[in-house]
């Protein structure tokens, strides 16, 4: 998902993905996803989170994507995905043309 060309589809969903790995490898998935032809992209957010701090690869870290370094529009939908720890954990809905043109 980092490099690979993406297979067309109307979505992509990636949860539970971003999440654990570092900043600048989460850039080079969102950037990849941009070049695909999909309509629309579902991703793990977490809206209480006020900090997307990095993370080493493979550890974990909340992400709310609406944050910097990301500046993501508010999502179209959400739906709740409480995994029992996180009460924010949601999976939100954007479309992949009105991503920032930054990533």
């Known amino acids: 998902m ?6 067309d589809s109307d979505v992509i969903l990636c949860r539970d993905c971003l999440a654990h790995l570092p900043t600048k490898f989460t850039s080079l998935v969102l950037q ?3 070049r695909s032809q999909a309509g629309y992209l579902i991703l793990s957010h977490y809206p209480l989170c006020t900090e997307n701090k990095d993370v080493a690869m493979g550890k974990f870290r909340r992400l709310n994507l ?8 508010p999502p179209l939908e959400t739906w709740e995905d409480f ?4 009460e924010d954990k ?6 992949i043309a009105r ?5």
């Open 32 to 34: 990849n996803i941009k």
């Open 83 to 86: 995994d029992g720890q996180y």
């Open 2 to 7: 980092l490099t690979s060309t993406l297979p």
């Open 99 to 103: 991503l920032p043109s930054h990533l």
């Open 90 to 95: 949601t999976l939100a809905v954007w479309k």
């Open 66 to 73: 609406e944050l910097a370094p990301f500046h993501f529009p």
